[in-house]
């Protein structure tokens, strides 16, 4: 199996071979998550006998004949996303051992394609925080150097694909949760166009700003998955009715006259010098390779970070009071009355950076600030969108930091939350202007690896995963394996 | 009342009309009234985790449907914010309603107060009609100190539909719920049902005195459930409120609620704490975008409404304007009407059909508490005593008779003649051969009529009746009686 593990295709390879089944496979990497998850704690809730079961199917489905891109290929999910049968808890305490009597669109996708989930990964509670130490279930590690962070809100997925404990895995970004864990642990990640992937069944933080991706070994593997998440869903109305390209065929772009943008504003004295000059280095291979670099301006950015944390958390605030301790999930016990069951259950069922962002959002939606601070916030954001449209007609796509810094210590930043904010300063532009980011290894400093953020116009997913995919043709930064989780994968 | 002098006061309703669509406005339940609490909620009507609302596009064609009807603008772009508070039978926590961008703003309708001589018409300006969900029921009996959530309702569609404050009394505003009431149910866009609360109205009443431009501080009263009621709860918080400036106090800002058994209002809630909704536009919908090709065909599709009925009965069918108006004030009144009229075929008589079911028929369904769709002696019944009273096989006495016992079960009109033998008696030879032996049995009496005591007329036509059970045409009876008697010199 050893000769099959660096990728998807190759897996698929092995699996439509008869080199190994689909349950051998999935056996192999649960094998890993018994190994290597107690100290890593990418998992919240691992599924191995849902996953053999699945297995065997895609093996049924494989024996008949019947061929897929992601057949008897495991994955995790995010714990964001609703599975029936199985809890989805967000992290929090909140919701427990609650379980979806729904699949969320993007799981029966993966479900209908035969892709074998092997169970739910460790995030930031409700998907705030870019750490993800924001979880009830304790904090993720970093394959790379467990004394960092893995980034977040999606930490366990990239923990776990970074540790090779799952080949690929569903996340979600509405401020960067894809791309800044990917860039920590890596690993390659993709945050599509807000309404390329279904969000229903998944659980909202911020509905105009959340969107589903994936976190994989590299582009191609990501474009594999992609794939089979996109598309329109008639359950999602802000989900985009476009066409899905074939991502995969349009890996094959060369770069040859491809104009990369680099925005001036962000190679300032906030970003760190290494994590700058790894990314230059980056640049400079997509240049040999026949991109033309343009210099470009995309000013707002602090303008942007305070526009997503007032909209984001007022979208929160008003997302999250369903979890009222009247219908499901957590209740206080023995409530007075109704403001005590509501007081109660609320203050103890969410965790503390729950808690703040949903008080903040409250605040920004109060009669007599909306206009002050969710008008002028809406006003931002428009002109977010606009300075990158404006810069898209200079250039085809955007290169920059995904982060300011690689991973940051455990506990680094729990005392001071607006410094973790501005981790996000790159990449909470993009969500604000809805546009499709990936984040791509490019190098390390020191033990920890650097990220490097592409930025397209809506929809060009496709041109982003080529770039990052011909990039990886040339360069082996997505190849690496953390030192501690070599033994036994490839 | 006579204190009420000097005072004028300012209405203003806010009405919520369910939308008879299918399914809820944000999923795919059913809105049927009356299942068991709790198995027509949906995981989007119970707001779990993850669900997405979809906008039920039946919906949006029934409230710009409404807008077309009463002359309002339907805008071609609306959108849906939230409106957020804490209510457990408000299962998102927040409701999905429009504030910044409604459907439809504007238009109008026409309403009358008074009858015949003292009718008056009165125009009465909309501000607005919003599409919103429904919350759940909050059940506070039967639980022992508990309350019991029933979600059924949650998600059911209905249209806000706001007035500017331009009724001046208990009488417009009810003329005014009764117009919009009739205008839904013509449109088909709502089961008018207050009883189950398809239909409910608030009222916002304040007073001030006449002369004075500025509005005094209103009240709103919640959930009134009937027209009575509403009535009921407008003058009395017109006198409360009167009584209370006139004793030196003021009107606080409230939600009250109407209790019909002592026919009061009573506090609900101050509004000083006024809630703060937090609005803001709900990112889980695009906004409503209605194409002006559909619109018009949605105008071309809008079925005859009530004043222009009206219009036509009185054109067509020469009726009083009272009479149109009462026979068009519901849809299915106008529907039994026509359908009477329809099934009495070349007999057909309007004001006849006009009298029996604004009179009769109305006073037995006003008695029983039925709706006219819900009549005994349905309309093809009721036309086949309008025959026999127009082909005068039945004096409207007898008529009456048939009809009473129509009601009570007893078959068709025809059937209960003959069974009870209540055919009247036209044939001029039967009523001759009456009258001449009733004559000839009172020679006296004869004798004292010619003489001039004409009052003793009456007493032959009763004898008379009287011989033939009253089945006699009382004009041949009238006619033939004077012939035989000849002149009373008296009465000369």
Redesign the interface.
Known sequence: MSDYLQSLSHLRAGLDAGAFSARELTQYYLDRITRFDGALNAFITPTPELALAAATQADQRLAADERGPLLGIPYAHKDIFCTAGVRTTCASNMLGDWVAPYDATVHQKLNNAGAVMLGKTNMDEFAMGSSNENSAFGAVKNPWDHAAVPGGSSGGSAAAVAARLVPVATGTDTGGSIRQPAAYCGITGIKPTYGRVSRFGMIAYASSLDQGGVLAGSAEDCALMLQAMAGHDPRDSTSANQPVPDYVTELDQPLAGLRVGVPRQWFTAGLDSVVAARIETAIVELESMGAQRVDIDLPDAELALAAYYLIAPAEASSNLSRFDGVRFGYRCAEPRDLNDLYERSRSEGFGEEVQCRILIGTYALSAGYYDAFYGRAQKARRQIAANFEAAFRDCDVIAGPVAPTVAFNLGAHVSDPATMYLEDIYTIPVNLAGLPGMSVPVGFSGSRPVGMQLIGSPFTEGRLLAVAHQYQQRTDWHQQIPAAYREGAA | MSSMNGWETVIGLEIHAQLATKSKIFSGASTAFGAEPNVQAC?VD??????????NAEAVHMAALFGLAIGAHVAPVSTFD?K?Y?Y?DL????QISQLAQPIVSGGSVTITTGEGEKAVNKTINLTRAHLEEDAGKSLHEDFSGMTG?DLNRAGTPLIEIVSEPEMRSSAEAVAYARKVHAIVQYLGICDGNMQEGSFRVDANVSVRPKGETKLGTRTEIKNVNSFRFLERAIDYEITRQIELIEDGGTVQQQTRLYDPDKDETRMMRTKEA?D?Y???PD????PVVIDQTLLAEWKASLPELPDAKAARYQSDYGLSPYDAGVLTSARAIATYFEQTLNSMGAAADAKLCANWVTGALAAQLNKANLGIEQSPVSSDALAGLLLRVADNTLSNKLAKEVFDAMWAGEGDADSIIDARGLKQITDSSAIEAMVDEILAANPGKVAEYRSGKDKLFGFFVGQVMKAAQGKANPQQLNEVLKARLGPSEGSS
């Open positions: 995981a119970l707001g779990l985790p993850g669900v997405l609302p979809v906008l939230r957020n804490f457990p299962p998102k926590g927040y959530i006024a703060d937090r609005y803001f990112p889980d919908l695009l």
